[in-house]
């Protein structure tokens, strides 16, 4: 008795195509983000802190004062630039350069009317664009966190290092550290996503949400919960305890349980590229206003 080949359902093709799509836009868009002469600023932004702790630690090797140093002191050191440079103008900076050109770039270089014209549903753009954004920020920034991390502690002597890391809180620092990277990359690339498509220039919106942000945390509980960086906060592994930095930041006093903390970004990165694929499909291209 011969079997008959079983046909495709219509449901499955329209599922291939649409993941045939997305997977050939997201490599070209992820080749496009990794290699460009306009996202050099970028390697930068990402790799000062490295940069800065690495030589710390190079001097303090050369001139032999390790033991004027100590973990917890570093430790803390490392928590603070963390949320003041590498967190807030380091990520935040940076997902605004490689989100917001997604397609405003296709706007300036006159090449958003090809995927328009093409067989392509507005979801699937706005998707594979996105996950290439996120994917190449959180390489960038997640490399750029371990070279920070590990450079922190570079000057002091192996096993002291080890028992850090294996025997006390050094991995799960770290662990802590590489989520709230991946999911500031997820959240704020999702807004600046929109931002790309919403407005001509998106810089005057950027520089907005950046002020809500760093105000964030001095604002009443129950406005925290609108900004992302309230949530980042409350993921924090090392608590700030130094009276300046502390007010600098505006480190949380009621931080979110780790489960409302983790799923929130998830969930405004969903709802974010819900309304840029709405925005996307609304919008016209005429590049003589652009």
């Known amino acids: 008795m011969s079997s008959a080949a079983i046909p495709a359902s219509p449901a499955t093709g329209t599922f291939a195509l649409r993941k045939s799509q997305t997977l050939s836009i997201f490599w070209m868009?992820?080749?496009?983000?990794?290699?460009?002469?306009?996202?050099?600023?970028?390697?930068?932004?990402?790799?000062?802190?490295?940069?800065?702790?690495?030589?710390?630690?190079?001097?303090t090797m050369q001139r032999g004062i390790r033991g004027r140093h100590d973990m917890p002191h570093d430790t803390q050191i490392l928590a603070v630039l963390f949320q003041v440079f590498f967190l807030r103008p380091g990520v935040f900076f940076g997902c605004l350069g490689i989100?917001?050109?997604l397609f405003r770039g296709e706007f300036v270089e006159r090449s958003l009317h090809y995927y328009f014209l093409a067989p392509v549903r507005r979801e699937v753009l706005v998707i594979a664009k996105y996950f290439a954004g996120a994917v190449t920020a959180i390489c960038f920034f997640g490399l750029a966190m371990l070279a920070t991390f590990f450079g922190m502690y570079a000057h002091y002597a192996q096993f002291e290092v080890n028992q850090f890391l294996y025997s006390g809180p050094g991995l799960g620092q770290l662990g802590w550290y590489m989520v709230i990277t991946?999911?500031?990359?997820?959240?704020?690339?999702?807004?600046?996503?929109?931002m790309g498509i919403r407005f001509r220039n998106p810089i005057i919106p950027a520089v907005v949400f950046l002020t809500w942000e760093s105000v964030n945390a001095f604002l009443p509980s129950w406005l925290k919960r609108v900004g992302v960086l309230h949530y980042l906060q409350s993921l924090t592994p090392v608590l700030v305890q130094e009276k300046g930095a502390g007010a600098l930041l505006g480190t949380?006093?009621?931080?979110?349980?780790?489960?409302?903390?983790?799923?929130?970004?998830?969930?405004?990165?969903?709802a974010m590229l819900a309304l840029s694929v709405w925005q996307l499909r609304r919008t016209e291209i005429s590049y003589s206003t652009d």
């Open 29 to 59: 868009e992820l080749k496009r983000n990794f290699i460009t002469k306009r996202g050099f600023w970028i390697y930068l932004l990402a790799a000062a802190p490295a940069v800065v702790v690495w030589m710390h630690s190079i001097v």
């Open 99 to 101: 989100f917001t050109y």
């Open 182 to 194: 991946s999911l500031a990359c997820l959240a704020w690339g999702s807004v600046f996503l929109w």
């Open 252 to 270: 949380t006093e009621e931080p979110e349980a780790v489960v409302v903390a983790i799923v929130a970004p998830i969930l405004i990165s969903v």
